[in-house]
Structure formats: C-alpha cells, structure tokens
C-alpha cells in the first residue's frame, strides 16, 4: 500500500511541471483568445455572424481550401515518385534520393521561400534566363501570386508527405510484386494494380498532414504571395497587428482549431498514429 | 534473392521530383555573389560584398547571438520538462497515460497561427505587470519557444525510453533504489543519446522558428529570422542570399557527417 501511494506521489511530481506549464500558458491563454472571439469589440455572437457574412474572409476561406487541395495533390503525387526511389531504389539511388529529401527538410521555411523567390521574381534567375536566350520580352509573373505559392508550399510539404508513404512502402512484402510480376503482369500494371492500393493508408496519411499543415500555413503564403493571395494565417496576423480587430482574428482562430480537429479526428479513425512516422 | 526495383519511369519523374527539391536551394548562390544591392542576377562580375555586410553589420550578429541564447535556454528548459514527464510516464505508467500525452503534444498539432496568437495572448498579458517576461522580451521569446518545442522532446524522449529493457530497472528497483537513484544512475545513463538528440532538435527547432516569433516581438527582441523575415518583406536584400547560402552549407556539411557516422556505426555490428 506504501509503495503504491509512493509510485503516484512520484508520477504526480515528475509530470507536473509540464503538464501545469502547458495548462497556465497554453490551455489558459487559449481560453483567453475563444473569449475576444466572443467580446471584442462588444459581447454576442457578433463575429461568428461576421465570418458568415463578410465578403473578405469568405474568399479568403475559399482561397485557403482551393491552394490547400491543390498542394495536398501534387505534393503526395510528387513525394510517391521520389518516395518510391528512396525506398525500393538501388543504394546509390537511395542516398540520392535521401539527400534531396532530408536537406530540404532540415533548411529553415524561410530559406526555402527566400529561394524561390531568387528563383521566380521579375530579375529572378528563371526570368533572367528566359530573356537572355529571348523567349519572353516581359518577365513572367510567377510570384507575388497563388502560382508562386503553390509552388513555395508543395516545396515545403513534400519531406513531410515522404515519411508515412516511406513507412507504407517500407511494411509491403516484395513477394506479392514478384508474384504480379511472374504472372506476366507489366511493370505499369503491376505498379497501378498491386503497388498503389497496397500503400493506400500512407496516402491517406501523408494527403492529411499535407492539407492540415497547408490550412495553417503562415509564412511562405506571406512571402510568396506578396500580400495578394492571403490565406487564413495570414488574415489573422492582420487582423492583430494590422487593422486592430482582434475579435475577428480569435474567431477565425477558433474556427480553424476546430475545422483541424475534426480533420485529425477523421485521420486517426482511418490511420493509426504510429503509420505516420 | 531478386528485389522489385523502380522502373525507368519512376525513376525519371523522381529525377524532377529531385531537381525541384534541390532548385531554390541553388538558386541562392548566384544571387548571393551578385555586385548590385538589390535582388538580381549577377551579370559579369562577382562580388563578396554580401558577405561582408553580414560581418560588418552589427544587426546581424547581434540577431545571430539572441538567437543563440533563446535558443540554449528554450531547449534547456523543453528538455528537462519533457523528460521529467516521460520519465514519469514510463517509470509509473499511470492512468490516462494516452490522454495526458495527447495533451502535452497539443501545440505540435495545433496550426502554428493559432499557437502564435495564444502566446500573443499570453504575454501581452504578462506585459501589464512584468516588463521583463511578456512581450517583445527575450525571455518571453524563449518561453514560447519551449512551448513550441516541448512535444518534439517529449516525442523523442518517449521513443528512446521505449526502446530500454524494463528489467534493469526492475532489478534496481528490485535491490531496494529509490526513485530517484533509479532515474539518475539507471534510466537516464541509458537513454543519454535521446537526451541528447532531444535537446539538439529542440535547439533547431527554435533558431528556426518564426510563426510564433513575429506575433510576440516588435523591435527589441529581433531573432536572426525575424530580421531575415524583415529584410524579405520589405525591400528584399541580397545580403539574405549570403546568409542562406552559409546556413545551406552548414545544414548539408551536418547532415553528411550524421549519415557518415550512421554508416559507420551499421557497418560494425
């Protein structure tokens, strides 16, 4: 009976100071934002109604769902092609393949967008090449709009799409592809009718995290799309510093924990979490 | 025994997969080497002005030492939290396990934003009664980095402690340690690599944070991506170019020594 007071005592005074840090500056000060959601500027309903009705922040909305799908698509389709070369490739194509996902990943999000943007401005190196060797007159815009964002998030998304399609391709049983294979099935065949539904779960996974991440997504929208294609973190970080409306920014908060809650939900009823990784 | 191999195909479209991963990070290095002050291709000749600037500008190394001290304090502090509490877990097993541990990896799977404008919340607060913990302070910087950082050690720490054998510690437990001799001389000797890796990343994680970091300072606590941040937004300059390229080295240089030594290490069994 001792020993086990004793085991809880101590469980209690290892966990506890993460556990109260969290709640006093984490749970606490949330609770603090869904309260401006519901006061600022005057107490009621008011700012929920506003996110229903407002022009802006429906197309803003809209605008977040279109880029995030469009990013979900081609950085899962992009990430299988080189997923696939990673984990079934020879061993040089392995360490390749490796390099080119593991150092992306590790470089800063600003960086990243900061390259693209040496890469796709109107004196960018695209542009510079393109009327060097006179195939446009006028520079392409290509950033400071959604085609630039597109590109500076599908950039940062594929690392995170690669790891739970690596984890499924990693699980399949090779034996079940020579099989298809020995039956006289062709290499294209084989891939469409026994490789992709096999690693179905770790495109559900890596299509999740790539859409969740991309809903939030903050800083390279903010960079890459100049002001002129917001998304939702970006109007909220406008709505705090820029056009004092803190009301409006909280909801919009507290909309989109909820609108990702129920994505994870979804998710971890399809998937379980220890495929992801 | 035959193994199923990519075909030409795959292999191909990988290849572009691979060159778009690579592109921005070339891009770059022109851009750093260019004579012009603003953003452009150099053409002709090369200059190492921007780098210069990087050393004789007072802002950037100041920047650059910030963020080395939030960044040794917040990972020191996510550390040793997440390991009190994964010691904890692991050492008493207590009911809700799941529902605690889904708690404290909260702000990893919140979005960003949202976290920001909490912490926002959180140190304006603080502000109105301590000038030197709320906001636009660095302590307040690294507390909210910790948050930030916290679920990613506590993720490791956990993995790590997974992986260790339950019974040495139920022999010293066995031959009469105390709690506390059990976690210091048994436990934590064992998982030290974890430890270590824990605080590593924590670190990362906060030199490179910005999301939460632009919601939570204004003019004195500038971290070097809060300036990078700066210096892209405005009038874009070239001297960012330089930087990247020196931290792209750094990155790669690490990365290859890590995969050298793994490569040592499997090769050894």
Redesign the interface.
């Known amino acids: 009976m001792r020993s086990y007071l004793?085991?809880?005592m101590?469980?209690?005074?290892?966990?506890a100071?993460?556990?109260l840090?969290?709640v006093l500056?984490?749970a606490?000060?949330?609770l603090?934002?869904v309260k401006?959601s519901f006061t600022l500027p005057s107490p009621g309903l008011g700012q929920y109604e506003a996110l229903l009705t407002d022009d802006l922040v429906q197309s803003v909305f809209i605008r977040t769902l279109r880029i995030a799908a469009i990013v979900t698509v081609v950085s899962v389709a992009?990430?299988y092609?080189?997923t696939?070369?990673w984990v079934?490739?020879?061993p040089a194509?392995r360490?390749?393949?490796?390099?080119?996902?593991?150092?992306?990943f590790?470089?800063?999000?600003?960086?990243?967008?900061?390259?693209?943007?040496?890469?796709l401005?109107n004196?960018?190196?695209i542009n510079?090449w393109l009327q060097a060797i006179g195939f446009i007159s006028e520079p392409l815009a290509l950033v400071r709009n959604e085609f630039g964002v597109i590109v500076g998030m599908t950039?940062f998304l594929?690392?995170f799409a690669v790891f739970p399609l690596a984890s499924a391709m990693r699980s399949l049983d090779?034996r079940v592809?020579?099989a298809a294979?020995g039956l006289g099935s062709s290499?294209?065949r084989t891939?469409w009718t026994v490789f992709v539904p096999m690693t179905r779960s770790g495109i559900i996974g890596a299509a999740m995290i790539v859409f969740?991440f991309s809903?939030?997504f903050?800083?390279t929208p903010?960079?890459l799309g100049g002001g002129r294609s917001v998304m939702?973190?970006e109007l909220?970080?406008l709505r705090?510093f820029q056009s004092p409306d803190w009301g409006l920014?909280?909801a919009i908060?507290v909309v989109?924990?909820l609108f990702?809650g129920a994505l994870?939900a979804l998710l971890f009823r399809y998937v379980r979490p220890n495929q992801l990784i | 025994?035959?193994?199923?191999?990519?075909?030409p195909?795959?292999?191909i479209?990988?290849a572009?997969?691979?060159l778009?991963?690579?592109?921005?990070?070339l891009?770059?290095i022109?851009?750093s080497l260019t004579p012009s002050r603003?953003?452009?291709?150099p053409s002709g000749e090369l200059s190492l002005r921007h780098y210069r600037a990087l050393i004789e500008d007072p802002r950037w190394l100041q920047s650059i030492l910030l963020s080395i001290r939030i960044g040794i304090v917040s990972s020191a502090f996510s550390t040793v939290?997440?390991l009190?509490?994964s010691?904890?877990?692991w050492?008493?097993q207590?009911r809700f396990t799941a529902a605690?541990v889904g708690?404290?990896l909260?702000?990893m799977?919140?979005?960003?934003?949202?976290?920001?404008?909490?912490?926002?919340?959180?140190l304006t607060?603080i502000s109105g009664f301590s000038s030197f913990f709320g906001y636009d302070t660095w302590l307040g910087v690294a507390?909210a980095h910790?948050?930030m950082t916290?679920p990613f050690a506590?993720v490791l720490m956990l993995v790590s402690l997974s992986q260790l054998d339950r019974r040495i510690d139920l022999a010293a437990r066995g031959l009469g340690a105390t709690?506390w001799e059990r976690a210091t001389r048994i436990i934590i000797p064992n998982i030290k690599f974890g430890i270590v890796t824990a605080a590593l990343l924590s670190f990362?994680l906060s030199w490179?944070e910005?999301?939460v970091t632009?919601?939570i300072t204004s003019v004195n606590a500038i971290t070097l991506?809060r300036l990078?941040?700066m210096g892209?937004?405005d009038n874009?300059d070239p001297a960012?170019?330089a930087l990247?390229v020196i931290?792209?080295i750094i990155?790669?240089l690490?990365?290859a020594v890590r995969?050298f030594v793994a490569r040592q290490r499997g090769g050894q069994p």
């Open positions: 004793s085991d809880r101590g469980a209690a005074l290892l966990m100071p993460l556990l840090f969290l500056a984490y606490w000060p949330f603090g934002v401006w992009a990430a092609a080189i696939v070369v079934r490739g020879t194509q360490l390749i393949a490796e390099f080119c996902i593991l150092v992306p590790w470089i800063s999000v600003l960086t990243r967008a900061f390259g693209w943007v040496a890469l401005s004196r960018g190196l510079t950039h594929i690392p090779d592809l020579l294979r290499r294209m891939f969740v809903l939030g903050f800083v903010a960079i939702i973190a909220i970080y705090i920014g909280a908060s989109l924990v990702v994870m | 025994m035959p193994t199923y191999r990519p075909g195909v795959s292999l479209i990988a572009f997969v691979a778009f991963l690579l592109m921005p990070l891009a770059v022109p851009v603003m953003l452009a291709m939290l997440a009190c509490f010691l904890g877990v050492m008493f207590p605690l708690f404290v909260l702000p799977v919140v979005p960003p934003v949202v976290s920001a404008i909490t912490l926002y919340f959180l607060s507390m910790s948050m916290v506590t709690v990362v490179e910005i999301g632009l919601f991506p990078m941040w892209l937004r874009i960012i170019a990247s931290l792209i990155t790669v690490v990365l995969s």
